[in-house]
Each structure stands twice: as C-alpha cells, then as structure tokens.
C-alpha cells in the first residue's frame, strides 16, 4: 500500500488459508484491524492465515491523506460486524478530540474493546525541559496517559495484540479478578498461576460446597483447591465435573481450563465438547489452553468453532484474561460527581502578565504562590527579602521555624546551587542563613542574577507529592502526579494525563501510582487526604487550559496532611511562554 492512499480489505467472514492446527485463533469474522504501516499489513495478513484468524475489515492507512485512525475508529464503531478494534499506531495527530471520542466508542451505548499496539515504545532521551514535569512527559508518556483516558488497552507485540482480541472476540467479560483454574499437570498450572498474580489477577478462595463438590469426583491424589490438578490421566468427565464446579462457584469470576499433552486417558475432542457444554451455561468468560499440535488439534477446532479462545501455552491465557479483566475494570469504573470550582482568572492573568511585560519567562516563587491561590491551592505565608534586615523582620512576624530559598531567574533548581535552608529556628539564624544563601548561589553561577530571599512559614508534616504540567503541540497540557520531593527523581513514580480532567480522572491518576499505598497510611501513618489532591488536580487543568502561555509547572513538594486537613504547597516553579501574536 503506498504512501497517501487508503486500503480497505473486506475478507468477511475470515481470511483463512492453509490453516494448520497449531494455531489458536478464532476463525471469526467480526474483528477489525487498522495499520497505519502499510509494509505491516502483508506480516498481519500472513501471520493471521497461519492462525485461521478472521477480519471483519482490513484497512492501511499508509501515511494518511484525507482519512486518519480516528475516522475509522468512528467507522468500525458503527460496524455491525465489527466487535472488537485492533490499530497499529505510530502517531497521532488528534489530542483532546481523539480522547473524548474514543472513550465513547470503548464504554459508551455499545462498547467497542479497542486493542492498539503502538511503535516507539522506548524513550531515548526526553527534551529540554527547566521543571521535572517537562522531564519526565516524554512521548511514551503522552501516549500512555491516551490510552488510559480513553480505555483503550495497549500491547506489547503483534502476537498479543491477536491474543487479546481471540479472547475478546468470544464476548464475556469477567465481573472481577478472581479465576479458577483447571489443569490436568501440575508444571503448566504453576506457569499459570504466576501469570495470573502478574497480571492483576487472583487466585479464587473456593467456598466449602465448591471443594465438596471437587472431592466427591475427583480421585483422592487430585488437588482440590485452586489450581485445580484433575491428574494427567484425566477423562473429559473428570474435566466436565471439575469446571462445572468451579465456575458454579460465586466466588469465581471466570475460568482457565489448561489441558497438557495428553495421555490414553486423554481425549481432546470430547475434553474439548465437554467444555462447550459448560461455557454455553455461563456468562463467565472461559479460556483454554490446549498445548501440543497435532494430538489436540480436533479439540482446538472444536473450541474455535464454538468461539472459545484457545491457547498453546498457559502465560497467553493467563494474560489474555488479565487484559478481560482490565476492560471490565474500565466499563465498571466508578464515576463521582465532579467537582463546582470558582477561581479568579483575572487576577492569575495579572500575574503572568506582569512578568510577561518584564520580558520574564519565570514566575518568582512568591508570584507562582500567588497565581496558585488564584485557583484554590493552599500554600505558605512568604516574603522576599533582599536584605538581611528585611529576612529578619519577616521571620519573626511568622512562628519559628521557617524556610529560606534563593530567588533568581538562573536558578531554578535552587538545591544544587546550596540555595535551601529548612528549619531555621531564631533571628541570628535567619541573619547567618540569608549571607551563606547568596553566598552559595554567586559561587554557584557567578552570573546570576540575585533577586533576594525568599522567607517562608514551614509547611507543616505531611506525605511529599508533586503535581505539575508540561505543555505539548497537539495534545496540550499534560499534567503528572506522582510522589514528590527527591523521590521523584529516585523513583520517577509518576502518571499522566492530558487535560482536561475531572475528578474521577484524577482520582484514577493518585491510585495509578506505586506509591499509592503509602497515601493510604502504612505502618501506623495516617490516611493522608487525598480528596484535596483530587480538586487540586482538576484545578490545575483549570489553571493551565484557562492560561495558554504557562509553558511548564512543578508543585513539588506539595505537603498532603492526615485525611480531612487538606494539602499544602511548598514549592512552586512557573515557567512561561509568550504566546504567538501578542
């Protein structure tokens, strides 16, 4: 397909060719591929005849003329043949638009799974930037924070990308994590078990009637708790008998029926007729993994006629139904009211401004507290004193102990310069500290310009967090929230999306991180209030959406006091931009 084209290919109900019996795809005829490559496509078409895999529709896009993938995201949604959405992605050229329209298409009247593998996934290097945000909002950053704001799940390789389609082709999806699985060899169900942890799944805890149940058809050397172990010499009944127990269990969410090379008591094809029967009686997805090649291959066929997704090895299933499992979280995910925010544009557009008419493209610390205000956001009495006399007269009118930090437009990260005092406790302290301040900041860069000191109440205790803002071309803001103060940087524990957000979106980014548990309160710590991150987190949309010529923005850190006490700014870095024209 060349350059500037579009190629549409409608091989309904499947593009089956020569199709031998090691594969595991379904030969269905209701999932549809985009490519934005159209060297791909021909790897795709091949690697999908070898599997029996079936398309609705086929389309390359090459390098996009009048058509791009959000119009045929539109397109296939509308498809009455099309139940799952498979893209090949390199860029896009859409932001805010592409996110709000997609997230219809993936949870709205009739959900669409969308599964998208998208090319440069390593990070080489992220640009220039003066502030962490801008740092640490690569690329790969924007396009994560898109797939998760518009509930489309990403993979990691072609071979996956088909996987995850196979299992969401046959249409069940899990109401929660917990999966029962049925094996008939100890090796695979380990394999499979340790996926299924790594995947964001459980183990389901069988209720007693469940292991009754087990034990009264189960010969005496089987296990009888999850995994299930049938024994190598396992008949279909004993598989029947098995599955039905397990799945009848409301503890169960969904089922992963592994069958190893089998043995004279094996039959695959009657296993294979006795699982059907079973998925036929549940909505709970289950998925199989049929290893071997030839002496299961009429089991397989069986399975894929009947729309059963069917694997050669345990890991694939066990991903496959993690990836189930993530679109359902998605389709279920709690929605809040959102939040009634008043700020005053007018004076944070005073602010910026000002400096913008000094030819400045930097807030001082003071005038990033104070544009903060404007939107809601508690931050710390502060002064800046340009003589030693000013610093002294100010700290005493606070509540010892108090901060001091370098204010200077070269100096942005005021700790390498040694331009930070905390816990400065007395008068003579505030005197020696203002000296040896300036002092460090000249050694530092001797070209610096100094403006003064700035002198500031101590934030009170509290877990450090940052929020901040990067601004990119297409997609705009993108705003990060993640543990702050030196950790940011040590562990780059961090998530991101692209404004604007609303506070479940934003509650959605505090629970992303790692560290989201030590939010929560660990070992005698108390919850912090992350109800006041959510707010500050949709007024800082606000804040960088209502004004285009803010180019970069760290709060780091930001104090999050126990639950109910609210938050505090500690530090803040404004970086500005003129806009175009004025």
């Excluded at 859409?94 to 709000?100: A, L, M, Y």
């Excluded at 279909?236 to 269990?249: C, G, N, P, S």
């Excluded at 544009?345 to 005038?367: C, P, S």
């Amino acid at each position: 397909m060349g350059p500037n084209c579009l190629g549409v290919i409608n091989p309904h109900p499947s593009v089956r060719m020569n199709a031998s019996f090691s594969n595991r795809m379904p030969a269905s005829g209701h999932i549809s591929f985009i490519s934005q490559s159209g060297a791909l496509c021909t790897s795709v078409l091949d690697f999908a005849a070898e599997r029996d895999f079936g398309f609705s529709k086929f389309i390359s896009v090459g390098n996009k003329a009048d058509v791009d993938e959000l119009d045929l995201l539109r397109y296939l949604h509308q498809d009455e043949d099309t139940q799952v959405i498979m893209i090949y992605l390199e860029e896009l050229r859409r932001g805010p638009e592409f996110i709000r329209e997609v997230k219809e298409i993936t949870s709205g009247d009739r959900p669409t799974p969308v599964l998208v593998i998208k090319s440069g996934r390593t990070v080489t290097g992220a640009r220039a930037a003066a502030s962490h945000t801008g740092s640490l909002a690569g690329s790969e950053a924007v396009y994560e924070a898109i797939f998760k704001q518009a509930g489309i799940l990403r993979v990691d390789s072609v071979e996956e990308l088909f996987n995850f389609a196979a299992a969401f082709a046959a249409g069940k999806t899990p109401l929660g994590n917990k999966v029962a699985i049925v094996t008939n060899a100890g090796g695979p169900g380990i394999v499979a078990t340790d996926m299924t942890v790594s995947s964001g799944l459980e183990l389901a805890r069988f209720r007693e009637e469940t292991v009754a149940a087990l034990q009264s058809h189960l010969p005496s050397t089987a296990n009888l708790h999850n995994p299930v172990d049938v024994i190598g010499d396992a008949t279909q009944d004993r598989y029947e008998r098995a599955l039905e127990a397990v799945i009848k269990d409301e503890g169960v969410d969904g089922a992963l029926v592994i069958l190893a090379p089998p043995q004279s008591m094996t039959n695959a094809l009657e296993t294979a007729k006795a699982i059907v029967k079973i998925d036929q009686r549940t909505q709970k997805p289950i998925l199989c993994c049929f290893m071997g090649i030839f002496d299961v291959s009429a089991g397989v066929k069986v399975l894929q006629e009947h729309g059963l997704p069917v694997y050669r090895f345990p890991e694939h299933a066990a991903k496959a139904f993690g990836a189930l499992y993530r679109y359902s979280s998605w389709l279920n995910r709690q929605k809040l009211a959102q939040f009634f925010l008043e700020h005053d544009k007018e004076g944070a557009r005073r602010i910026l401004e000002a400096a913008l008419t000094q030819n400045r493209t930097f807030l001082t610390e003071w005038e990033g507290a104070e544009l903060l205000r404007c939107y809601g956001f508690q931050t710390l009495p502060s002064f800046v004193a340009t003589t030693q006399e000013e610093a002294v007269e100010y700290a005493e009118s606070l509540t010892f102990p108090v901060a001091m930090k370098i204010v200077s437009p070269q100096i942005l990260h005021k700790s390498d310069a040694k331009g930070v005092r905390l816990h400065v406790s007395s008068a003579q302290e505030v005197a020696e500290a203002f000296d040896s301040i300036v002092a460090d900041a000249k050694a530092y860069n001797p070209q610096a310009e100094i403006v003064g000191v700035l002198v500031q109440k101590m934030a009170p205790a509290g877990e450090e967090v940052i929020l901040g803002m990067t601004r990119y071309p297409v997609f705009g803001p993108m705003l990060m929230f993640g543990l702050g103060g030196i950790f940011v940087e040590v562990f780059k524990d961090v998530d991101f999306r692209v404004a604007p957000i609303g506070r479940n979106e934003a509650r959605r980014m505090i629970r992303g991180i790692r560290g989201y548990d030590l939010l929560k309160g660990v070992r005698g710590r108390p919850e912090a209030d992350t109800g006041v991150l959510e707010r500050y987190l949709v007024s800082l949309s606000n804040l960088v959406l209502d004004h285009p010529e803010i180019k970069e923005l760290d709060m780091n850190p930001v104090m999050v006091h126990p639950k109910g006490s609210g938050a505090t700014v500690a530090d803040v870095r404004v970086i500005l931009e003129p806009l175009q024209g004025s």
